[in-house]
Every structure is written in C-alpha cells, then in structure tokens.
C-alpha cells in the first residue's frame, strides 16, 4: 500500500530538479554499524593514554604522567626524528623508482614493458616478514652481498649490515616500489600527449619536455603519492621491528610495540601517549595530502575531448630501458625470492657457500606440512582474510553509494568510513586490544575479534573501491528504478549491487592480500587458537628458526601469488586505487 | 495454553537442570582444589578428570623443535586421551599474553613454564599454588615453599665464540678480559628478554660486583657497544655462528653444545663466576584445564619428563638425571667451576634498577 503511495508521489518527485528517493533505513543502519565498529577504538586510545597501568594491565588512576614522561626523556624527539627520516628516506626509493618504472612502461616503447605491471601485483603476495627476512640474510654478514665482496677482495671483513637506518629504508623503500609504479601507471597513463607535442613543436627537445611538461603535470600526483608512502612508512611497524631493533634503531612504532610486549606488566599507559604522538603526525601528514589532491585538480590534461598518451620511440636506448626494468625485477622480486627458497632447502641457515648444495634436504617442507600449528595458521589466516574481505565490502558497498549520491546519512558514512586511516595500524591494534579485554564475554584472542579489527583497518580501502565504482554508474538507472516504483533498498540490490560487482570483486581481492600479509594487528591480538601465517613467520624468525620460516613462506608465498594474479585479472578490468 | 507451555517447559527444563546438577557436583572441585589434591587415589582422580577436559595448554619459553615438541610428544605417549598443545614465545611476551588473558576472562593457558616467569605473574595475582608429591624429591631452592612455582630445569649462562673467527686461547677468559678494546663492535647479546641476556647480566655483575663497582664495570663494558638483538638468546648464538658477530654474552652455555655438535663453528666459554639460575612453572588460578595440568606438571617433573628434557639439551632439575658426558665443561659442579646462582626474587628485586642502567648504558 505504501508502494503505491510512493508511486502515486514519485512523477511529482522526477519533475522536481533535485532528484529523490523514499526514506529508506539503509543509511542509519550502515552508520550504526560503522560508528560502533571505529569509534570505540578512539575512545579507548586516549583513554589508555590517560590512565596508569596496574600490575596486571588494567587501568589504574587517571593521569598526566605518561605524557609527562614521554615529553621528559629524550627518546621521544630522537625517535620522532627516526621515524621522519625512515619514512622520507623509504618515500624516496619507492617514488623514484615507481616513477622511472611507470615512465618506462607508460610512455615509452620499451619492450616486454607490459609484464612489469604483472610482476608488481603479483609481488603483492609476499608477506613482509618474508620479504625483510629474505633481505635481512642477503645482506647479512654471512649473507652472499658480503661473501661476494670479500671474495672479490673489496672487502676483508664483512661491510654491509642491513641492521641500520640505511637497510630499514632500503627494504621499505623496496617493499613500496611496486605500489608506487602500479600508482604512478595510472598517473602517465591518463596525461594528454598534446601537451608534450606542442613543446617538441615550440622546439624543445626530448629532454627538456620530458622536464617541464611530463614531469612539471606528473608533480602533483608524485608529491601526493610521495606523502602518501611516507605516511604509510611513518606508521610501518613490521620493517623497524625485524630491521631497526637490531641495529638499536628505534621508531614511534616500535616503541608502542616494546611498551606492550616487552614490558612486565604491559606499559599501556606509556604505548597510549606514544600512540597519541604518532596519531597527531598522522593527522597533520593526512590533512596534507589532502590539500595536495585538491590542487591536482588544477593539473587535470584530460577535458571533454579526446586525449592519448605520447609514446616516446627510444630507438637504441630501447635495450636499456629493457635492462632497467629487468634489473628492478630481478632486484624486487627474484633475488628475494631465490634467496628464501635457497634457505629452505638447508638443514641449516650459516651463510651462502659452494658446500651448501651437497646439504641440501626438503625436510623443512616436511616438517611445515606435518605441523599441525602451521596447517592451522593457515587456515586462520585464509578465514581471517575472506571473512575481513567480506565484511569490509558489505559495509562500503551501500556506504559507497550513499555517500557518492550524498543521500541520507551518505555524508555521514563517508567521514566514519575515513576515521581508520588515522590509526597506524601497530595504534589499532593497541586499541583493539584494549577493547578486547575490558569486554565483559571473553572475545580476546578469537579470530573474530582479529576479523572485527582489521575489517575496520581496510574499512577505508573497500570505500575507496567502491566510490569509485559507484560513482561511474549514471542517475538515470537508479531514477528508472525509481519510476518503476522501487524502494531504495531495493535500487540498491537489484540495479546498484550487479554494476557495482566489478569494483567490489576487485576491493575484496585487494583487501584479502593485503590484510592476511601484515603482522602489526594479530601480533598483539591473535591467541593460540588464531595463529596467522604472518605472525607465524615473525615467530619464527625472532626463535631464529630460519629455515622453516623459509619454507613456511614458500609455500605460503605461492599461494598467494596466484590470488595476485587474480586480481592482477580484475585490476586490468576494472583499475586499482589505493589510499 | 499456558498449561501446555508449562508442560513443555519442565520437560525441557528439570532434565536440563539434573544434568547441570549432576555436571556441577561432578566438577565442583575448584582449581585450587584439584592443584592441592593428596591421597592414594590422586592420580586416578586426576587422569578421570583430564579425559573430560580432553586438552591441556602449556605457553613455554623452552627451544620449540628441541624440546617443546619432543616433551608433548611423550606426554601424549603417557595421556593418548589429553590433546595437549603449546606455544613457545620469550619470557616477556609469555607473561603478557598469560595476563592479558586472565584480564580478558578468556584464559586458554594452564601452565606457564620459563626463566622469570612466576614473580610478575604472582604479583598480579593470577597464579594458583600448588603440590606436587615429586617435590619432596627435589632440592629446597628448586621449589617455592608456598607452593607458587617448581623448577623444571637448570641453566648456566656465559660467552659463546665463532671459532673461525677467534682461537679458544685469544676468547676471553675473566670477565674483565671483556673489557678488551679488541672486541669492540664484534659482541651481541639479546637485549629484550629476561633469561639470559642483557638484563640478568647486568643483574649478575651489579649482585657480584655490588652495586656502585658494578655499575662502573658495565659503563666500561658499555664502550664496546655491544649489538642489542632483539631475539632470543638461542637466536644470538646462532647469530655467531653465522658469523654476524664473533662473540655473544649472556647465553645458554649448553647452545653453542649442541651447534658444535653439528658441525657449527661455535663453542661456549663459561666465566668465573658462573651465573646459573633455574626455569620454573607456574600454575594459572583460571587455568581451563587443572586435572590435565596437574598430570603435565607431574610429568614435567617426573624422571622421565627430565629424561626428556635432558634429551633436548637442557640441563634437568632433577638431580637424579643423568646429564650428558659433552655437558660437562659448562657445569660447575662437574667443571670444579665457582657459581652464583640468581633465583627469581633476586632477579625480580633487581630488575628495575638493571633495566634503568641497561636504558642507560647500552641503548644507542
């Protein structure tokens, strides 16, 4: 009966020029359910920072203190300023080479330019802790960087230790480089050539086009994907702790993680001020990169009319660009990966020698298919993973379109959705674990409780996704619905949901990469009973177990390559974004 | 209707309430109970028990593939019907995770066994006491007298070399030979836990040497600006053996052992005084599993848990056991060597003051 109410009014409702839909519960029900999912984590961050720890880690008194103490030691400035360094020095490697590479592939006719794209997604597979540990032991003393010097008679000891400000920034730098190029393609990809040709034609060379007109519109989008991994840097936890700690270099991040693990009791009070500082950072750098975005705009080449990008015909340089792209995969990806499956073929791990592959054995495999702990790890992590995906494009899809049509609580869920990005996640997982604990049903240590944290980690990605999925499809469809005398739940399931599928595809797969290979939010959260493959491999090689953590990730390793290419398929298909 | 329904319910309801009756009596016995039980029939109390519990769950800080695994094993051997599991971490994250749990009432662990686990746990008050009849067997110092910790094995702690990298006669002798500018830059030590490394060391010199030449002492040591690793000591030792660093302090003698037995280049160098110090369990006061635990802690202790453990090179509390012939250069009743040993009140009294002296000195 209301149907027919809504009929008899909508022709009134089309003639009007702002376009309107029947109030539907959608919205406030999405907002209920995302402001329940991140803003407790905020409360309870800045509660912990305000309160003294009790002996067995429950909130004590309220108090000034653990900011008094943190502005009091000299630690805060020095590792503030350590954390600045790694991020910009990281931001650097990863821009720089992102951008040679996307350059490369984007603009010029470089052959088997076309396969860089591949191999980048697909390196999105490998687990940090894997990737740094592969580096940590080519780079080691008795790794076969240092075993080369010294045999070439460079070197009479071992020179290179990556246990430094100089190997955190290296690995992290390289760890960021495929997203950096993935980023940068779209970048050159969608820059008009007109532009460019009109230089050549005013009478500039190659070089001074490529100077003030490629890369003079390129700026802004590199000064903003170069804040944006420097944010991403600021907050890493995973390269610091296996890098830094070592070397005695010590971030924000570390120092959150050392005050929860590695104080008895548990230093909440001292992990909430830290937590608070690098949350500050974050904010002012996010604020940043908004502005920067908002400036891009006026950078825009592509207008209503036809556009194509310049290819630049390299003639003989073409071999050399071919050898770059080669050497960065070799560099990336291969020599990482050959080193990992090298060591875990040793009974073993005391360097790279000839007498190494007269001991060769696949006993570790042996050892990691038989153990239950690691099948169940596994396990954990696929559901962890799937069910994070899932949750995550349930909650953004409606959000998405909500917000993108700017109905009913659709301004709300747009900034709810963004509250995460605030948190770094090493800050989330604090937060999250103090939920846990104070909850009165034991939730603590269940895979659940990891699902519900980093789906409101990813929340913002899945938004990201989504919008822009959302935002291609045309009123038109949805007012035809309308017409038809459809609810708006119902224009959402029947016409929004199937065009906005692609995108969605694409979200769950990018979120199911990236959430089962970060270590920061289960290593404080995970129990024994939701062990996860890449806290695992942390496990492993803090006990120094090297060789199992090797064929551990291997086999791991594998697996998720082929979900890359997945959505190395979808990505084609249907763009990549990444916030 | 309503009689019906009512009907209904008591048919659901009584038979519901008898099971719960029959279950609560069955298992009215506390933990404190059941960790405290005596008599001819505790075993058989016990093991009946354990098999509706069907599970046991120890967090240990022992070597996983050298001991964890192999102790289970012959546990499952004795008790096929207990699924007993572990999860092996450093001393530090042992007691948090262990707390954090009992904050969160979602307690999955019942023992907790490593170096300095029982004071920071018994302070918080999540700790059960407990008797176990073996203890009468054991010496005085290896068990608490208020029954809040046992000890299940023995360490000593020293200096592990490379041997491609340093001779047996140029590897330091005393502890002042440390001191040597020589070795600048070419020592580690675990910098983050609480058995072994730089902490009890740190302890050990300050309760040696008293506290004022003590903390003089370690400001020399300081210059040699010794590696912080953030591992565990075992870790560190394998650390030299690969060559990153030709010494390392504060390790388990028996490491670099069981690596040379290998193959690996490696070899310990005890120290005069020797530091030694036991490993303990506790018992968790929520500990979901108590008849189970209490059958693990019995074996833990047993001649053939210490069998066990001695197997996976540790050295056993249990006097009784045999410790291998290749073990016998780092113990100091068998290598006529001076001990100090450090209990874990010493160790917990001193901890502050030596983390504050380690923040101090040795942080870069």
Redo the contacts between chains.
């Keep these: 009966m209301t149907d027919a109410a809504a009929n008899a009014a909508l022709p009134l409702a089309t003639a009007q020029a702002k376009f309107r839909l029947p109030a539907n519960p959608l919205g406030p029900i999405l907002a209920a359910i995302v402001a329940v999912l991140v803003l407790p984590p905020l409360y309870y961050i800045i509660k912990t920072s305000l309160y003294t720890t009790e002996?067995?880690?429950?909130f004590g008194d309220f108090t000034f203190d653990n900011y008094r103490e943190l502005v009091a030691s000299d630690a805060l400035l020095r590792h503030l300023f350590n954390s600045v360094q790694f991020a910009v020095g990281s931001a650097i490697i990863a821009i720089s080479l992102g951008a040679a590479l996307a350059w490369t592939v984007e603009r010029t006719d470089a052959p088997m330019r076309q396969s860089m794209l591949l191999v980048s997604i697909v390196s999105l597979g490998v687990p940090h802790v894997l990737y740094t540990s592969a580096w940590l032991l080519i780079l080691?003393?008795?790794g076969p960087v240092n075993a080369a010097l010294m045999a070439s008679g460079l070197a009479a000891s071992?020179v290179v230790n990556p246990?430094g400000m100089g190997g955190m920034i290296l690995i992290e730098g390289m760890i960021w480089t495929p997203l950096g190029f993935l980023l940068l393609s779209s970048v050159f990809r969608t820059s008009d050539g007109s532009f460019e040709e009109a230089a050549m034609m005013c009478g500039a060379g190659v070089a001074t086009t490529f100077r003030r007109i490629t890369l003079g519109l390129a700026t802004p989008a590199l000064l903003a994907l170069f804040l944006l991994v420097s944010i991403r840097a600021f907050e890493a936890f995973d390269i610091p702790?296996l890098v830094g700690?070592?070397?005695?270099?010590s971030v924000l991040s570390t120092d959150i993680f050392?005050s929860?693990?590695?104080?008895?009791?548990?230093n909440f009070g001292q992990a909430g001020a830290f937590a608070i500082v690098l949350m500050i950072v974050v904010v002012a750098l996010l604020a940043l990169h908004r502005r920067l975005l908002r400036n891009a705009e006026r950078f825009q080449t592509i207008t209503g009319k036809g556009y194509r990008p310049r290819i630049v015909k390299l003639g003989a340089f073409r071999p050399v660009a071919t050898g770059f792209m080669l050497l960065c995969v070799v560099v990336l990806l291969v020599l990482p990966i050959a080193m990992i499956v090298t060591t875990s073929l040793l009974p073993?791990?005391?360097?790279v020698s000839r007498e190494m592959f007269g001991r060769m054995t696949t006993a570790n495999y042996g050892?990691v298919a038989h153990r239950a702990s690691f099948q169940s790890a596994i396990v954990n992590t696929l559901m962890m993973g799937a069910s994070t995906a899932t949750f995550v494009c349930l909650l953004t899809a409606g959000s998405a379109w909500l917000a993108v049509r700017k109905l009913s609580g659709g301004w709300l869920l747009d900034q709810l959705t963004t509250v995460p990005l605030i948190f770094p996640a090493i800050v989330l997982s604090v937060a999250f674990?103090q939920i846990?604990?104070n909850?009165?049903?034991?939730?603590?240590?269940?895979l659940i409780s990891l699902v519900i944290a980093t789906t409101v980690q990813y929340l913002p990605y899945g938004m990201r996704f989504c919008s822009a999925g959302a935002l291609q499809i045309h009123r038109e469809l949805e007012e035809a619905a309308s017409s038809a005398g459809a609810s708006r739940m119902q224009i959402f399931v029947r016409v929004i949901l199937p065009l906005i599928m692609p995108a969605i595809a694409t979200s769950w797969l990018f979120v199911l990469l990236l959430s089962v290979r970060a270590v920061a939010m289960p290593i404080l959260l995970s129990?024994?009973?939701s062990q996860v493959v890449a806290v695992a491999l942390f496990?492993l090689?803090?006990?120094?177990?090297?060789t199992?953590l090797a064929a551990l990730g291997v086999l791991w390793t594998a697996f998720m390559m082929a979900i890359g290419l997945l959505f190395y398929r979808a990505s084609r298909r249907y763009g990549l974004s990444v916030q | 209707m309503v009689l019906r329904s009512g009907c209904f319910g008591v048919k659901l309801v009584v038979p519901a309430l008898v099971a719960a009756l029959i279950s609560a009596s069955a298992e009215a016995a506390t933990v404190e109970e059941i960790a405290n039980l005596k008599g001819p029939d505790r075993e058989t109390v016990l093991i009946e028990g354990a098999k509706r519990e069907g599970k046991v769950m120890l967090y240990s800080a022992m070597i996983e593939d050298q001991a964890l695994r192999p102790i289970i094993k012959a546990f499952k051997e004795k008790y096929p019907f207990i699924d007993a599991e572990f999860w092996r971490a450093d001393t530090r994250d042992l007691i948090n995770k262990a707390l954090a749990e009992a904050r969160a009432r979602s307690v999955n662990v019942d023992i907790v066994e490593g170096g300095g686990v029982s004071q920071g746990m018994i302070r918080a008050g999540v700790t059960q006491a407990f008797s176990l009849p073996i203890l009468t067997s054991y010496e005085k110092d290896l068990y608490d007298p208020k029954g809040m910790w046992a000890a299940t094995r023995l360490s000593y702690f020293g200096l592990a070399y490379n041997t491609k990298l340093v001779t047996a006669g140029d590897a330091p002798k005393t502890y002042d030979d440390l001191l040597d500018p020589k070795w600048k830059g070419r020592l580690a030590w675990a910098a983050t836990t609480e058995t072994g490394g730089a902490a009890m060391f740190i302890t050990f010199i300050r309760s040696w040497m008293g506290d004022e030449k003590g903390e003089a002492w370690l400001a020399k040591l300081s210059q040699q600006k010794i590696a912080n690793l953030s591992g565990s000591p075992r870790e560190v030792v394998n650390k030299v053996m690969d060559g990153e660093y030709a010494m390392s302090l504060g390790i388990f003698l028996n490491h670099p052992i069981i690596s040379a037995q290998k193959g690996a280049p490696v070899a310990p160098r005890p120290l005069e005084p020797v530091v030694g110090n036991a490993s303990v369990m506790i018992l968790m006061k929520a500990a979901p599993h108590p008849h189970a635990a209490m059958l693990l802690m019995d074996f833990l202790l047993s001649r053939k848990g210490q069998e066990v453990i001695r197997d996976a090179d540790y050295l056993p509390a249990d006097p009784g056991v045999e410790t291998p012939k290749a073990l016998d250069p780092i113990i100091p009743s068998k290598a006529n060597l001076q001990r100090k040993f450090l209990s874990e009140e010493d160790i917990f009294a001193a901890r502050t003051k030596s983390l504050e002296i380690q923040k101090k000195y040795f942080q870069n």
């Excluded at chain 1, 700690?245 to 270099?249: E, N, R």
């Design positions: 002996f067995d880690g429950s080691g003393k008795s071992p246990n702790a700690s070592a070397g005695g270099v050392n929860i693990r590695k104080d008895i009791p548990s073993f791990y005391d360097g050892l674990l846990f604990l909850m009165p049903f034991p939730i603590y240590g269940t129990g024994p009973n496990d090689w803090t006990n120094g177990q090297i199992e």
